[in-house]
């Protein structure tokens, strides 16, 4: 009987052993992600989720362009911030976040801003593969417009913006007023912005190459709202 026992619980602990996860989740883009601390509103939703789901994360910083090809070339498993929309045949989670996209400008630019379209007037910098992640009439306006850019690192949309050399990012309103005290001694941040609230708030999934690891992302996802543990986490963050 002890010896049957002790194999069934030598069988079991083999059963729970967690698998790893090549996550990549984008660079430094805080409050959603501190890069090399671990931590972050969208990493700690991640990574809790995906304790729940028996996964140990093994995560990548790179820029999202880099990331997307990785996923297709099957280096890494699973990619975060994405969505359905990102032109990248994946299987995609249940939304496990939303981003609040804003156009800005400097105030004393005076520009009238109320829909998508109206952006293709101006020089114009977004996070990479925005046009695909914003929706269609974002999508049809970056295509439109030759003096669309999308850059890397996040930080780079706040220089521009402060030191004039673009007329409008489209950033997220929290990433975009952390990395102001980041930027503080490179430009005037004084400087009064218009935010234009075009867009609606932006659903992002987690990406992953095989739908086996997904449904098990979504079933952690589904008992991290259900302990409460979501909303703790967000708790954490609630000050951004």
């Known amino acids: 009987m002890q010896w049957t026992l002790g194999i069934a619980l030598l069988w079991f602990s083999f059963s729970v052993v967690a698998e790893p996860l090549r996550l990549g989740i984008g660079t430094h883009k805080p409050p959603y992600v501190f890069q090399d601390e671990a931590r972050g509103l969208e990493y700690e939703i991640v990574a809790a989720t995906a304790k729940h789901a028996g996964f140990t994360l093994q995560v990548l910083h790179l820029p999202m362009e880099r990331l997307h090809w990785l996923l297709r070339r099957g280096e890494i498993d699973a990619i975060a911030t994405t969505n359905d929309r990102s032109g990248i045949q994946a299987f995609y989670s249940e939304p496990h976040i939303y981003y609040q996209n804003v156009a800005v400008a400097l105030r004393a630019r005076n520009y009238k801003i109320e829909r998508i379209a109206d952006l293709s007037n101006f020089s114009v910098s977004a996070f990479q593969r925005a046009r695909f992640l914003l929706g269609n009439e974002f999508q049809r306006m970056a295509q439109n417009n030759p003096r669309y850019r999308e850059e890397a690192q996040q930080i780079a949309r706040n220089r521009l913006l402060y ?33 234009y609230w075009i867009f609606a708030p932006t659903p992002y999934q ?4 095989r739908e086996a690891q997904r449904n098990r992302f979504n079933q952690g996802l589904a008992a991290i709202h259900a302990s409460g543990e979501y909303r703790a986490i967000e708790r954490r963050y609630a000050m951004y």
Not at 175 to 185: A, G, K, T
């Open 163 to 195: 030191s004039g050399r673009i007329e409008v990012v489209v950033a997220d309103i929290r990433i975009l007023r952390y990395l102001n005290r980041e930027v503080l001694h490179q430009v005037d941040v004084s400087q009064p912005l218009a935010e």
């Open 206 to 209: 987690v990406g992953f190459r």
